[in-house]
């Protein structure tokens, strides 16, 4: 087999793939072999008739098949012997292939577009913006969370200390240290504010009221503000003379149609 590579362009090649008699030869017997294990003909069982007989009754069926195959494995040994990284096949002009000769068949063939990749690393991208955000510290909780937790240690302190004051007098008493310990059980379970959460929701919930009506009352300020530029002013007093005239006319108006 001979491979001769023609630059047609940057990206465009030309691949001429021939192959020597004997190659193309082995192609024609593995062809006219397949047809006879599954030619049926009178006087033979499937598969065991001669193959000058079947290459006589398929011939047509054998030629096509045979050319196809010579072209495929043109191409197939081709790129592998020239390595090029085929994108895709432009034309394919065949030649003549017999059996008898060798074949040569020409490929136009477009290659991958080799292009330098730059560096990656540093470039913004979203996702390393995300990923960013993500690596980074998390943000100071909210005060209402540190008081919250303040009031807490201070209740887990107070409780601790009491529980210590009362084992200790009864132990000065001689009391059962059972029963100290149940009367130390019950004092720190009582302590615990069950409804703080309630307290809590209820007292956001106020805060968010106080806050929409600051902000009603900022925004009628902010109108306020507006009106008394001197251009506002202007429109205002203009609109005022207005309805100080429809009003006075719409009095006379009243006024004529009652004495008549």
Not at 10 to 15: D, F
Not at 102 to 122: C, I, M, N, Q, W
């Amino acid at each position: 087999m001979n491979i001769e590579i023609q630059d047609v362009s940057a990206s465009r090649k030309t691949l001429v793939v021939t192959l020597d008699k004997s190659e193309v030869e082995a192609v024609h017997r593995s062809v006219v072999a397949e047809i006879a294990k599954v030619a049926s003909l009178p006087g033979f069982r499937p598969g065991k008739a001669p193959a000058a007989v079947v290459e006589k009754r398929y011939a047509k069926e054998i030629e096509g098949e045979f050319k196809t195959k010579v072209v495929n494995k043109a191409y197939s040994d081709g790129l592998e012997q020239s390595k090029l990284e085929v994108f895709s096949v432009v034309d394919v002009k065949e030649g003549v292939i017999e059996p008898s000769l060798s074949a040569a068949v020409t490929f136009t063939v477009d290659l991958r577009p080799e292009f330098p990749v730059p560096e990656y690393k540093g470039l913004s991208t979203e996702i390393g913006r995300i990923a960013s955000q993500i690596g980074a510290e998390m943000p100071a909780r909210p005060p209402l969370m540190g008081r919250l937790e303040r009031f807490a240690r201070m209740i887990a302190v107070a409780v601790g200390v009491s529980v210590l004051f009362l084992f200790a007098v009864g132990l000065l008493r001689e009391m059962a240290p059972r029963d100290l310990f149940l009367m130390s059980v019950g004092l720190a379970v009582s302590a615990i504010p069950e409804g703080l959460p309630a307290v809590v929701t209820l007292t956001l919930a106020i805060g968010v009221g106080i806050s929409m009506f600051s902000a009603i009352t900022v925004t009628r300020t902010f109108l306020k503000m507006v009106l008394g530029t001197p251009l506002a002013r202007s429109h205002w007093l203009f609109n005022a003379e207005e309805t100080k005239h429809s009003t006075a006319s719409a009095r006379r108006a009243s006024a004529e149609a009652g004495g008549e």
